[in-house]
């Protein structure tokens, strides 16, 4: 009886998998869940989460996967349960309907459209043999003529349907969702998603991967030949443009002008226009001089105003606003600060009149280094000859050879849903039964699957066209 | 004149409309259903030319693109798909007052886009993620799926107060608190839209008024249902409940279409500007969290056989959701501050 036990269990397992309940359960509970992930941030870093939360919130969401809880393992779980639940309940319900959809000699009986709600009567002035004829031209149209049926009371009907394998569209729908799964896993498994930031005139082969794991050595070196930025009159951005050539042993082996929404796709790599940013200055070459030209800015705290003047080191500037003299005592090739290293630097002497001089260290690459003085002006010095501007810029580079299998998915997932919500499988029959001596009365019949409301429709355009045809509805 | 303010001047029409036909269901007054219907008809074209209007000076300015690039005239855009299908609707079925439930959500939308200080109606160029053709399918697919559900959800409620109505003229037994309560939900709900965001009050004000418009709308309502001939004169009109079930049920199917193109549309997209077409990013998060509270509802329904009541819950339920997809979702704490360098070209 072990067997007949085992089988027990596996019929109890396939109905509670094939339930329509589960269905429900399962969607509510997606949808229920999904809110979470909308309203706490997503894969911030855990500094993030703590400052918000606190470190036993942190610890709390982390135990719960809920930093990153698209991808834990219960939220997987509730989507695999999604899908064992389609494909069980299709299977179950196609294997009972798939008689019907592949029959090849459909049965009907005219009692059975007898008891339809869907019907529609109406009198002609013509007399049944012609009308019979009729009734077959106009079913014939949009119709497949199945068979005449012979009622108990010896009236006949002339029965016909339509789009029987509309039944199928249901099941299109839940194929397109399993696709649409497995499009995702094959991404996911053999796909990646990265990111590299190259400076222009540069190139590289390796980028950062999203999820953190490390980096991805490419096929191919990806070299940012350049990088332009342009903005409309407003200030808002207008477009970001890379010019990118891909190189494989120091050969070019593509070239294009990458743009948002118009990525290079290569070999099954995408590489995308994902962000942009200023390249610091350079610093001086090793041992070399100070800069001969000086740009000294000075923000006057008092007024809020700033000033630009030129020098050279030793010179003697004059501040504006009456605030006293700063000179350029020195120029330092790397500085330092508590230890710290600032790189090249100017030394200086601020005084502001009828106070003691102060000694000022001012790093060329960090302007607002003499803010932290708190001082009745913030002093700034930069090289006066003019540095070209560098970007680098910021690409997304991707894989993912699940993108076809989704694609298919999304085409399928609409076509199964035109079927399913605007189709369905059409019976109709018309009888004809003499009235007087020279009319007839017409029943036109309709059996739907769904959407009485169509098929109703349908009749009685039916019902008007065999009207139409046979010379107009008697004393209408 | 400008396309503005053409359609400063069609949020009015709407509200007339909107005003006529709750009238007309009321009053009993068939001349105000007919000034409904016209109405209807200058809303929707003066709509339709607004929005016309407005992409060709966008193109006056050099920076031709279609309407359809912020909230403003994502707003303008939803309420002339709500005021087309309500024509559809209205033509298909011969009934007069699904549109004292449908057109006020039209003028809603259209009072958000012109009176709200937040919205700005300056016609400003594309950004570089927006620059696509895809923005046009997307934004289209997903507001008729939108609208579809806006009329769903009017259905819905006109069904609940049926319901109501009958259990007061005792046809049926069943105390339902809950239908009570969500109307009163929904009334609220509706008055905290008018006065906090479109009005721009604050909060607390905004929703004393609407606690206070509610309770007005249930003494009406409670003074109107004492009266056994009034009760009757006002729900007379309505569709008859199953016709209202159908509806609802087949505009949900139509929506849901439309939605699921949306999401593809935007998914497709996404894969061609950021190089994913899926990154659970809230609002695409949202949108499928609606997708799945419709498909729900059709599951119930077609599988579970789930009718009337329950259908009528799920799909207020659906329309919550789509709101929040809408506009909700820009209220979310936090969202752009991970993922910078994608981000920072959206």
């Known amino acids: 009886m072990a067997g007949g036990d085992a089988l027990a269990i596996l019929n109890r397992l396939v109905s509670f998998f094939a339930s329509v309940r589960l269905t429900v359960v399962v969607l509510l509970s997606l949808a229920v869940t999904s809110i979470i992930g909308t309203v706490i941030p997503q894969n911030e870093a855990p500094e993030g989460y703590v400052q918000a939360f606190g470190p036993r919130g942190y610890r709390f969401l982390e135990a719960l996967d809920l930093v990153d809880m698209y991808h834990a393992w219960w939220f997987q779980l509730l989507l695999l349960l999604l899908v064992v639940n389609i494909v069980v309940c299709s299977v179950e319900r196609l294997r009972a309907s798939w008689t019907i959809i592949f029959t090849r000699s459909p049965r009907y009986r005219l009692e059975r459209f007898r008891k339809s709600a869907v019907q529609t009567e109406f009198k002609v002035d013509a007399a049944p043999e012609v009308l019979r004829q009729t009734v077959r031209t106009v079913l014939g149209k949009g119709f497949k003529r199945r068979a005449t049926l012979a009622g108990e009371d010896g009236i006949e009907g002339d029965c016909a349907e339509r789009w029987r394998w509309s039944r199928l569209g249901v099941y299109i729908v839940h194929l397109s969702v399993v696709m649409l799964v497995a499009g995702g896993m094959i991404g996911g498994l053999f796909g990646f998603e990265g990111y590299v930031n190259i400076p222009e005139g540069e190139a590289t082969d390796t980028i950062s991967l999203r999820d953190g794991s490390g980096t991805r050595q490419l096929p191919f070196a990806i070299r940012c030949n350049d990088f332009s930025l342009s903005v409309y009159p407003n200030g808002a951005p207008k477009e970001y443009r890379s010019s990118i050539s891909l190189l494989r042993d120091g050969q070019v082996i593509e070239e294009k002008e990458i743009i948002v929404n118009d990525p290079l796709r290569f070999e099954g790599i995408n590489i995308f226009q994902s962000s942009y940013g200023k390249l610091p200055p350079p610093l001086p070459a090793e041992g070399a001089g100070p800069p001969e030209r000086l740009a000294v800015h000075v923000l006057s705290n008092h007024s809020g105003r700033s000033y630009h003047e030129e020098g050279a080191i030793g010179d003697q500037l004059d501040l504006p606003e009456g605030l006293g003299t700063l000179r350029l005592d020195a120029y330092r090739p790397d500085s330092q600060f508590m230890g710290q290293p600032l790189g090249p630097a100017v030394e200086a002497t601020l005084v502001h009149p009828g106070q003691a001089p102060i000694k000022l260290t001012l790093p060329l690459r960090f302007a607002a280094f003499d803010r932290m003085r708190r001082g009745q002006v913030v002093v700034a010095v930069t090289s006066a000859i003019p540095m070209p501007e560098r970007f680098y810029t910021g690409l997304q580079v991707t894989r993912d050879p699940g993108v076809g299998t989704v694609y298919v998915a999304f085409a399928v997932m609409i076509i199964g849903c035109l079927v399913t919500f605007f189709m369905s499988h059409q019976q109709v029959c018309a009888t004809v039964r003499p009235r007087g001596r020279q009319g007839s009365t017409v029943v036109v019949y309709g059996i739907t699957n769904r959407n009485k409301m169509a098929m109703q429709r349908q009749v009685d355009l039916l019902a008007r066209r065999i009207a139409a045809a046979a010379g107009g509805p008697d004393g209408a | ?346």
């Open chain 2, 1 to 346: 004149m400008t396309s503005s303010m053409l359609l400063s001047v069609t949020t009015f029409i709407y509200g007339l409309a909107a005003v006529c036909y709750i009238a007309g269901w009321i009053f009993r007054r068939p001349l105000a259903a007919r000034l409904g219907i016209w109405s209807v008809w200058v809303a929707v074209v003066g709509n339709g030319v607004g929005f016309t209007l407005r992409w060709m000076e966008s193109y006056q300015m050099g920076i031709g693109h279609a309407p359809l690039s912020n909230l403003y005239e994502s707003l303008v855009f939803f309420a002339w798909t709500i005021g087309i299908s309500h024509l559809v609707i209205e033509y298909r079925y011969h009934n007069r007052v699904i549109g004292a439930f449908t057109l006020p959500l039209a003028f809603l939308a259209m009072a958000y886009a012109s009176l709200s200080p937040h919205i700005s109606d300056r016609i400003q160029p594309l950004i570089p993620a927006l620059k696509s053709n895809w923005l046009i399918a997307h934004v289209i697919t997903c507001f008729i799926g939108y609208a579809a559900f806006a009329v769903g959800f009017g259905l819905s409620i006109m069904y609940l107060l049926n319901k109501l109505a009958a259990a007061a003229d005792g046809e049926s037994t069943e105390q339902r608190p809950a239908d009570l309560l969500v109307l009163q939900l929904f009334l609220v709900g509706l008055g905290l839209i008018l006065f906090r965001f479109i009005l721009g009050w604050s909060f607390g004000v905004g929703l004393g008024a609407a606690l206070l418009l509610a309770g007005l709308v249930d003494l009406g309502g409670w003074l109107l249902g004492r009266h056994q001939r009034v009760r009757t004169e006002l729900f007379s009109r309505f569709p008859e409940p199953s016709l209202m079930d159908l509806l609802t049920h087949q505009t949900v199917m139509f929506g849901f279409v439309f939605l699921s193109a949306g999401i593809i549309t935007g998914s497709i997209w996404a894969n061609s500007a950021w190089g994913r077409y899926w990154g659970w990013d809230p609002k695409e998060t949202w949108s499928l969290i609606t997708w799945f509270v419709y498909a729900t509802l059709l599951h119930a329904r077609l599988m579970r056989g789930w009718q009337g009541r329950r259908i009528a819950y799920l799909s207020i339920l659906g329309f919550v959701a789509v709101l929040f997809t809408y506009f909700g979702v820009n209220l979310l704490p936090g969202l752009h501050s991970y993922g910078a360098m994608t981000e920072q070209l959206r």
